[in-house]
């Protein structure tokens, strides 16, 4: 037997040895601290929905802008078209995206006027055709004609705008900003 082959063979052993426990150590360490980052980080949720034609993202407290415009179209659309039998459902799935602070106000007004729809039994129709962003106030316009008709009244045609502010809070999406009325948009800087 040849010592010095064997020595040299068990110092190289040795040494890759020694690299191999650095190289688990250093593992270790960037493995740490990648689950640190991940602990830490806010995250962003990509979504691919169906009614809008790309990517969108939310964040915990933000969306991009094409979230913010579905969410508007939808609130627009869910109080435009009301009858004597969904009234109460629009006013139960409404309630929960309105923020705190006008909450209160936008559910009395629309128990006044779920009240109204059903004493005179008139059913409404919106049908959107144009949608604006003021982008210095983060607010959308939803402008479209609705038809209010009742069971003995011809329908009566008028274009309506529906003026929505939408943020994001812990992913859910926030009412922040409701008004409607007659007529086209009233903001003086729309594209």
């Known amino acids: 037997m040849d010592m010095r082959t064997l020595t040299q ?11 191999h426990r650095i190289a688990v150590a250093l593992l270790l360490l960037t ?5 640190l980052a991940l602990v830490r980080a806010d995250r962003t949720v990509v979504l691919v929905p169906p009614i809008l034609e790309g990517q969108v993202n939310v964040a915990r407290d933000s ?90 009244s011809k329908p009566v045609r008028q274009q309506r705008t529906f003026e929505v502010r939408v943020a994001f809070r812990h992913y859910r999406p926030v009412i922040t900003h409701l008004d409607v009325y007659p007529g086209s948009p009233r903001s003086q800087s729309q594209p």
């Open 9 to 19: 063979t068990w110092r190289g052993i040795t040494l890759e040895n020694r690299f």
């Open 31 to 35: 493995n740490l601290l990648t689950l």
């Open 63 to 152: 969306a991009s802008r094409e979230v913010k415009e579905s969410w508007a179209v939808y609130v627009a659309e869910l109080l435009g078209n009301v009858g004597a039998g969904s009234a109460d459902f629009i006013q139960s799935a409404l309630e929960p995206l309105l923020a705190p602070p006008l909450r209160r106000e936008v559910i009395d007004v629309i128990g006044e006027q779920v009240e109204a729809i059903k004493r005179e039994r008139v059913s409404m129709h919106f049908s959107p055709n144009a949608l604006h962003h003021d982008a210095q106030s983060d607010t959308f316009f939803v402008t479209g004609l609705q038809v209010s008709a009742g069971p003995a």
